[in-house]
C-alpha cells in the first residue's frame, strides 16, 4: 500500500501534531523563517470560520489560532 513512501516515513522526524480540532481540514502549509512559525491553513467542515494556526516552530505549539 506505501510503496516508496514507507522509505519517506522511515526516514521523516516527527516536529509537531497538526492540529485537528475543532472539524478543522488542513489544506495549506507554510513556513515563516522572519518570525518562526509554521503557518497551516484550511476549512471547518461545520461551515464555521476558517481557522488559521500559527505553531511555534522552537516549541511546537500552537501560538496562534485565527478564525478568518
Known sequence: ???GQSAFY?????????PLEDDFVPQGFHYDE???????????????PS???LVDANTGKVAK???I
Do not use: Q, V
Open 1 to 3: 500500500f506505501m510503496g
Open 10 to 18: 522511515n526516514a521523516a522526524t516527527k516536529e509537531f501534531e497538526i
Open 34 to 48: 522572519t518570525n518562526g512559525y509554521y503557518i497551516i491553513s484550511g476549512y471547518n467542515s461545520k461551515d464555521k
Open 51 to 53: 481557522p488559521l494556526y
Open 65 to 67: 489560532k485565527l478564525k
